[in-house]
């Protein structure tokens, strides 16, 4: 976000060259990021499959969306305000994401010390993918 910050809010082209190499060196790494959380959240192997393949292709869209948001040159703020409302919603929504999958844990964990279920007993529940009481979202 500061990369793109930056390029919404200066105008000297070093800064500008400067916001280009943050927002790459934040956008860049998230792809596999993102793979891995989905994949490591879905509990089953046709889960983890779909869910890494809607995240593709979700990321894939992002070249579609670029050509129709950045109409405006040279300063390109719709583009960037696009980029940067995205951005904040990305980031609260993974704030969202990460309680939430805590709040699940957490009752996953009462319902196992309730029954007794530890991983002595994770091939009986193999075959239930993310209801399995075993299995704990990232």
Partial sequence: ???FIVLYTQSKPAAGYAGAVLAAMGIYPTIPIAVTWAGSTSGGDVAKGVAI?????????????????YIKPSRFYVGHGIILGWLGLAVLLSCFAMWDYTRL?????????AQGIDETRREEFKNMGNESPLFRGL
């Fill in 53 to 69: 393949a809607m995240v593709l292709g979700a990321g894939n869209l992002g070249a579609i969306c670029s050509s129709f948001i």
């Fill in 105 to 113: 844990n957490g009752k996953k964990k009462v319902l196992c010390d």
């Fill in 1 to 3: 976000m500061t990369g």
